[in-house]
Nanobody, 121 residues
């Protein structure tokens, strides 16, 4: 069993930066592929970024490519999302998730409860 807890959300002006973190419980963190998703008000949840077990492979949604960076620290059971050059359209609840198959978006084993990011114009 893995529990995921996101932190780091908040209010930021357009052009600013935020760093989200997701802390995972359990001793098997390094065996999971880790994801960030987001859900804007009135919209479906969408994929943001994914990182493989070792941190050597990452994939991003086109909408965040070049602005967001996903990373992980297996010794600290943590995955991070550095968000730069934020835009109002990045406003959403951001969720951390995990499964065992790289870039398999259809079925997550675990989800966090989310952290709200609000970008003002």
């Amino acid at each position: 069993q893995v529990q995921l807890v996101e932190s780091g959300g908040g209010l930021v002006q357009a052009g600013g930066s935020l760093k989200l973190s997701c802390a995972a419980s359990g001793r098997t963190f390094s065996s999971y592929v880790m994801y960030w998703f987001r859900q804007a008000p009135g919209k479906d949840r969408e994929f943001v970024a994914v990182i493989n077990w070792s941190g050597g492979y990452t994939t991003y949604a086109d909408s965040v490519k070049g602005r967001f960076t996903i990373s992980r620290e297996n010794d600290k059971n943590t995955v991070n999302l550095q968000m730069n050059s934020l835009k109002p359209e990045d406003t959403a609840v951001y969720y951390c998730a995990a499964n065992r198959v790289y870039y398999s978006l259809g079925d997550m084993d675990y989800w966090g409860r989310g952290t709200l990011v609000t970008v003002s114009s």
